[in-house]
């Protein structure tokens, strides 16, 4: 095996496209980005996050999520950067804090 191992999808784990086009708008906080030294399910190298999730009537909540950072977004996903994101309800509770995600095609426009 490589360098980078192929990550398996979780239970509850939505595609990134998917998120994207369901989800509803909120911001994150990022708090931490770390390698994961893993491949997305596209192949492409996935960075570990940990954020803070702000959404309408919600308190904030933390989330930790794995994805492919596109190399033009790389230099604003820091840490105390506030984005822009899409979050989807999950099937249980805790997959509800899981299924958030940063909005890549926001911070491009």
């Known amino acids: 095996m490589g360098l980078f191992k192929k990550a398996k999808p979780a239970l509850g784990v939505v595609p990134y496209d998917d ?8 911001t994150v906080e990022v708090s931490a980005v770390f390698p994961l030294d893993q491949l997305t399910q ?3 190298p996935a ?3 940990i954020l803070q999730v702000q959404r309408d009537g919600v308190a904030p909540y933390q989330a930790q999520v794995g994805l492919h950072i596109p190399d033009a977004s790389v230099p604003v996903v820091v840490p105390g950067a506030r984005l822009p994101g899409k979050w989807l309800p999950g099937p249980s509770p805790r997959a509800g804090v899981d299924l958030v995600t940063i ?7």
Request: glycine share 14%; proline share 5%.
């Open 19 to 26: 998120l994207i086009r369901d989800g509803e708008p909120c």
């Open 103 to 109: 909005d890549f095609a926001a911070l491009q426009a």
């Open 42 to 44: 596209d192949g492409l």
């Open 47 to 49: 960075s570990g996050l």
